[in-house]
């Protein structure tokens, strides 16, 4: 590892300090040597610092509670190498975040983006950890769920710097440690919801390919990618393998695009060879799949008039409620909706944009011998925020589009909606693509 020189007086947290083995920090070193540049290798030592000292503390407070580091971005170089920030690390069915702190108490912690504003990483709890390294000694400070620094994040209007980063107030982590252990004890992941990961890399190879000489450089992505461009690559292992090992390996550049292309490839498929079950619905339940994306199970809704004649913005108070004044007005407009429908919808972020999406199904037996089923698809924004104009809901099947629908430019429509209708064994797929190519893709619906 990179040897530095500091010139700082460093402090003992003395009985909140969490020591060190020297197995431990050997580990930390072995960690940190696997990144491209000196400043990613002493952030990735205090990292990894952090990280053993936290499973320390939790070893040490609750045995019970099984920590899983596996998958963690200390473990991973091609996480570490481009963000920062101890993720992809849980706690029983919690995602936990460790944000590490130097020695010096700041007003304000630099956060990357990346961590708060990508479903992929989004984390049930960011818990701030102070690393004393000539000690080889940290202390668990605060820490703040997903759900408060979202609202707090609002409520101040805050945007993330050049750099990509947060500068969060130190006021905020405002939650003592001992507090997280009886949360993670007793509270259900569901109370604290996190965004699902559903984001596939489409339309990216040829924003990419001309850039591939920068990247290769090593230049900081930001010099090189604006964030809706560098988004999909942070969101996705395969492309950030990709970047680790253009930059690593130096491949030519007709390598290093064929390569690309394989990842991409990769990353689709990984997204949609996995269909949600929605023909489990109509028995009230959820599959595993939809489970894990965090889909939620909607009552069916009530045959009710409403003397609406379009899709308008309704009542949002719980998405069941915004579910059944869909479903009324789509019925009053003509839409033939049995009782037997049933629905779940989804909340999702698509380059900062809040979206929402409800599909409904029912089996069709009008034809006697060849059963069918319907996929209906209603899109709108999450409350206080709205459907960015020409955005487009696309429906296909297979390789086939078989309908779309676009926010127009000149309407400030509330929901876009479209229709599938197949045999039992046929699937759909569903993409959301915003003007810049930008797009979120959903594993396919099948009803079987």
Partial sequence: MTNYNLALEFESFLETGIELSSAQVDRAVELSDRLLDSERQWQTY????????????????????????????????????????????TVGEYKICLLTN???????????????????????????????????????????????????????????????????????????????????????????????TTTAADNILSQLEPLIPRLQSGAALQEVLNWSQAAPILSNPELLDWLYELQTTQPTPRTALAGLRDRLNTAVAEVTQSAINVKSWLSNELDE????????????????????????????????????????QLRDSGEEIPETARGACQDFNLANHELRLFAVTWEIEETPGT??????????????????????????????????????????????????????????????????????????????
């Fill in 46 to 89: 205090l990292n990894a610092l952090a990280l053993f000292g936290f499973e320390t503390w939790l070893a040490e407070r609750d045995d019970s509670l099984v920590i899983d580091d596996a998958n963690c971005s200390v473990m991973q170089p091609s996480y570490a190498n481009y963000i920062d920030g101890v993720f992809n690390l």
């Fill in 102 to 196: 130097g020695v010096v108490f700041d007003e304000a912690i630099a956060i990357d983006r990346a961590v708060i504003d990508l479903p992929e990483y989004a984390s049930h709890f960011y818990v701030l950890v102070n690393v004393v390294e000539e000690q080889a000694e940290v202390s668990i400070e605060r820490f703040i769920s997903y759900e408060e620094i979202i609202r707090r994040k609002q409520t101040v209007n805050l945007t993330a710097d050049a750099d990509w980063t947060y500068q969060i107030p130190w006021v905020w982590f405002n939650t003592p440690p001992d507090d997280l252990l009886l949360c993670l004890r007793c509270l259900s992941p569901s109370v604290i919801p996190i965004p699902a």
């Fill in 289 to 328: 799949l939809a489970q894990n994306l965090a889909w939620t199970l909607l009552p069916a809704p009530a045959l009710a008039p409403s003397g609406l004649r379009d899709l308008q913005v309704v009542s949002r108070e719980t998405p069941a409620e915004e579910f059944e004044a869909i479903i009324t």
């Fill in 371 to 448: 059963p069918e089923w319907t996929l209906l698809l209603v899109l709108g924004a999450k409350p206080n925020n709205y459907l960015p104009q020409g955005l487009k809901l696309e429906l296909a099947e297979g390789d086939t589009v078989l309908d779309d629908r676009l926010v127009a430019e000149d309407t400030a429509d509330s929901y876009i909606y479209i229709q599938a209708i197949g045999e039992l064994e046929e699937q759909f797929s569903v993409r959301v693509i915003l003007t810049d190519g930008t797009t979120f893709t959903f594993p396919s619906f099948a009803f079987n």
